[in-house]
């Protein structure tokens, strides 16, 4: 039980999800959910991870369909095939989908690959998994670049043509919260989230029908303000209820309002002020406050780049997003008390820098937040002479996000020392090879990592093993807290062999959580 | 700053406010900003796609979640 005197902390298990655009250069009419395959493929083949191609095979034959999370095929994971695939295949069969040794998922979303990062603890480690995934995206490019059908990849959410494409959060939140309190909490803070943590975007409208520039590159395609869809009638807070994990005691709270972000300082206040949010939720302490149309304030505030724009509530007042946002950061700061731990300082420490710039010359956070810093380089060509619907600036808009270090421009921003950054090369290239230790994440990636080749199933709450005598061991992940480096031990990279991962693993976690 | 990237010409059509007068509004403080990126923006052009409009028109997705 959440109480009243409880501290609220950044720290709770979370993670993120990335849907990259996808197209294959000088040819629009390629077809995404094959060359999605394709990309999925080229990075997990030569790692060994099977990839799903016998997925229906395997699971039609085994007791194991229950786990249809994402499942790893028995055969045929030679990089040829997937990448030969005829065009004419029916989309069904594309379904690449792999648990990689980091302990993320790695598959095919629809008509775009799409990287799950592990569960973590704190928002400096989802930067870290989540900037894993995009050196594995890069990978997979680099991967296809000497095909004869290379593929880029963008870390965006819209092609400005009408379709968007999400870029997700996920976080644990207590059962006993009721879902009426968690949605009112955060429509207003999720309304205005976006001048901390925006991507930027030119155009007006899902289509850019009017010509301009704005903070956020999903508001524009949002309808609703709580429902269950993420691709029709979006709304600002979703109800997906998938817990993966004990269902009495957690919820998943599936977030699909943001932006993809890349600038490291807006992502680490992006889920660092969402975590709080959250724990002002769950202990009674969140503002009370209400927006008479969330959705309207959405936008308002995505295409107001004064920051000016008065908010109307429910009760008849207004306040504008910086306003709403103070009342969140002021609660927080108090809720957290006098001795907040090293990651819950930080966050309040940036929440308060990101608003009091914000308030003064939103250009001062230039190196902090990707609209601004894309919005400074938009400016920097728009004072050469091109107008806000000049090609080039839809072009320099979709190139910030390229996964490649050499093309994408947010990458020479950073590189450049322009963006700020938190995290070392260091830290992200070992985060591409090794799943996080402080949740259930350790296990799953351990295995991918370890015994490649006898990993038969996988999912978020579950490894299957095969033992050398073939007989099939299921090692329970019911927690996201459980089976993490400090309970296992060394198990993980001590075990001589599957038999004895798999064995003590399971052992440990038929003893409960 | 401007409103959805539409200049503001208050201070040019504003007799009585002469742009070169008082302390460093948003919009002056823009431009200084703006000018130290502009070192970079030959290294962007750089590595910008040849082709701006058929990228642009060719850059076209399915929707996802």
């Known amino acids: ?513 | 700053m401007s409103g959805s990237g539409q200049t503001s010409k208050d201070r040019s059509e504003r007799p009585d406010l002469p742009e070169d007068e008082g302390p460093l509004a948003p919009q002056a403080q823009t431009q200084v900003e703006t000018s130290a990126v502009d070192s970079i923006l030959d290294d962007i052009d750089a590595v910008l796609e040849s082709n701006a409009e058929e990228f642009v028109r060719n850059f076209v997705q399915k929707g996802g979640q």
């Not at chain 1, 990849?153 to 009721?178: C, F, M, P, Q, W």
């Not at chain 1, 089976?483 to 003893?511: C, H, N, S």
């Open chain 1, 1 to 513: 039980m959440i109480v009243e005197s409880t501290p609220v902390t950044v720290r709770r298990v979370m993670g993120t999800e990335s849907e990259f655009g996808i197209s294959q250069p000088g040819r629009p009419h390629a077809n995404p959910m094959r060359d999605s395959a394709r990309v999925v493929d080229a990075y997990a083949a030569p790692l060994g991870l099977k990839s799903a191609q016998a997925f229906w095979d395997f699971a039609s034959e085994s007791p194991l369909a229950d786990a249809r999370g994402f499942l790893m095929s028995e055969a045929h994971a030679d990089l040829t095939q997937l990448t030969h695939l005829p065009e004419m295949q029916p989309d069904a069969q594309y379904l690449a989908n792999v648990v990689l040794p980091n302990g993320a998922r790695y598959y095919v979303d629809h008509a775009h690959p799409e990287y799950s990062s592990p569960e973590v603890m704190t928002p400096r480690e989802a930067i870290v998994w989540d900037r894993a995934g995009d050196r594995i995206a890069e990978a997979s490019v680099r991967a296809l670049s000497g095909t004869r059908e290379p593929v880029s990849l963008y870390k965006n959410n819209t092609d400005s043509k009408g379709a968007s494409y999400g870029t997700h959060e996920n976080y644990i939140v207590s059962r006993e919260t009721d879902f009426d309190d968690i949605a009112a909490g955060l429509l207003p803070f999720f309304a205005t989230r976006q001048v901390l943590c925006g991507a930027g975007r030119v155009g007006i409208g899902r289509s850019a029908e009017a010509a301009g520039y704005q903070i956020s590159s999903r508001a524009d395609f949002f309808e609703e303000q709580v429902g269950l869809e993420t691709t029709l009638r979006r709304p600002i807070v979703n109800t997906r209820d998938e817990p993966h994990a004990d269902a009495h005691r957690w919820r998943r709270l599936h977030v699909i309002i943001g932006d993809a972000t890349l600038a490291e300082p807006a992502m680490l206040v992006k889920m660092g002020t969402t975590s709080l949010v959250l724990g002002l939720i769950e202990s009674g302490r969140c503002p009370r406050l209400e927006l008479a149309d969330p959705v309207a304030a959405l936008q308002t505030v995505s295409h107001d780049l004064t920051l000016s724009a008065r908010l109307p509530l429910a009760d008849g007042g207004s306040l504008t997003a910086l306003e709403i946002q103070r009342l969140y950061l002021d609660a927080a700061r108090e809720a957290a008390g006098e001795s907040p731990d090293a990651d819950t300082a930080e966050v309040l420490a940036e929440w308060e820098r990101f608003l009091t710039g914000l308030e003064t010359d939103p250009m001062s956070l230039a190196a902090d937040i990707d609209w601004v810093a894309k919005l400074a380089l938009l400016e920097g060509f728009r004072a050469r002479g091109l107008d806000w619907d000049d090609p080039k600036l839809h072009l320099i808009d979709v190139q910030y996000s390229d996964v490649r270090r050499e093309k994408g421009l947010f990458h020479k921003l950073e590189s450049a020392g322009r963006i700020r950054r938190l995290t070392s090369d260091a830290e992200v290239d070992a985060a591409v090879e090794r799943a996080p230790e402080s949740t259930r994440a350790h296990v799953r990636g351990g295995a991918a990592r370890r015994f490649p080749t006898q990993v038969a199933a996988a999912s978020w709450d579950s490894v299957v093993l095969e033992r050398g005598d073939g007989r099939l061991v299921r090692i329970p992940l019911r927690s996201p807290h459980v089976l993490t480096r400090e309970a296992v031990g060394d198990i993980v990279d001590a075990a001589a062999t599957a038999d004895e991962f798999a064995d003590r693993l399971a052992e440990l976690a038929g003893r409960g959580d």
